[in-house]
């Protein structure tokens, strides 16, 4: 309550490796802005201003089972919540890198803003376990 979203970017050429490393599975583009650190209850908006209709990519990395829900009933009705892959990999001997193994989160190819101005709201539902 009465805090901001807690935010980063992924940072490349690091030593040791950060948002670079082995164990993503895919990687992230340098320099990309995301939300991290959530817990439930939080909530944020993403504005996006779409040039023509298309998919939308979400790319997440937690070192545990989350929950998060999409809320786009301005766009094609409410979704129930979304199951987070985990990118867990035992093989990272950095524990605190396990936050940083990216992925993409799979089955969003039906979420698809209309071209102009969109708001995206983003609730988290559980807690990463």
């Not at 040791?16 to 993503?24: L, R, V």
């Not at 199951?83 to 698809?112: E, F």
């Not at 983003?122 to 376990?129: C, D, G, N, Q, Y």
Request: charged share 20%; glycine share 6%; net charge neutral.
């Amino acid at each position: 309550m009465n805090e901001g979203v807690d935010t980063s970017y992924t940072k490349f050429g690091l030593d040791p490796k950060i948002d670079d490393n082995p164990y993503n599975k895919v990687v992230p583009p340098a320099d990309l802005l995301y939300v991290g650190w959530t817990e439930p209850g939080e909530w944020f908006n993403l504005t996006v201003d779409v040039a023509h209709a298309e998919s939308i990519r979400l790319t997440c990395s937690t070192p545990r089972t989350a929950a998060g829900h999409l809320d786009r009933r301005k766009w094609e009705g409410a979704t129930g919540p979304l199951k987070m892959p985990v990118p867990y990999d035992a093989a990272d001997p950095l524990a605190w890198r396990q936050w940083h193994h990216w992925n993409l989160r799979p089955g969003l190819r039906s979420l698809q803003p209309p071209a102009g101005k969109a708001v995206l709201t983003v609730h988290i539902l559980t807690e990463a376990r």
